[in-house]
């Protein structure tokens, strides 16, 4: 069974950075659709993108992430990365990392089908 263990959340100030990883155990990262969420107190969890790309290439990204956060993955490594850039103090939440073999895992059925790591928590104040 896939599992998968963020790291990397903490606290930062606005307009600070921070990456986070997910590394991905008993499956190659290249097999697998992988996405980032993030969760904000009070908040439904929400797409941060996935690893689903457009014409030319490059992830998709929810509108408030694009410009400020970057999804990569090194395969060698097994792991998926987040790299956020000029945070502010609404992007503090529970980030999580998830798995599927189909994208439309991540989306339907509350992502109840795809594996969900144990979060890493990022807080962005002064």
């Known amino acids: 069974q896939v599992q998968l263990v963020e790291s990397g959340g903490g606290s930062v100030q606005p307009g600070g950075s921070l990456r986070l990883s997910c590394v991905v155990s008993?499956?190659?990262?290249?097999?697998?659709?992988m996405a980032w969420f993030r969760q904000r107190p009070g908040l439904e969890r929400e797409a941060v993108g996935d690893?689903?790309?457009?014409?030319?290439?490059?992830?998709v990204l929810a509108q408030y992430a694009q410009g400020r956060f970057t999804i990569s993955q090194d395969v060698a490594k097994n792991t998926l990365y987040l790299d956020m850039t000029s945070l502010r103090p609404d992007d503090s939440a529970m980030y999580y990392c998830?798995?599927?073999?189909?994208?439309?895992?991540?989306?339907?059925?509350?992502?109840?089908?795809?594996?969900w790591g144990q979060g890493t928590q990022v807080t962005v104040s002064a």
């Open positions: 690893t689903d790309t457009d014409s030319e290439g490059r992830m």
């Open positions: 008993n499956a190659a990262i290249g097999s697998l659709a």
């Open positions: 998830a798995a599927a073999d189909q994208r439309w895992k991540f989306y339907q059925y509350g992502g109840r089908r795809a594996t």
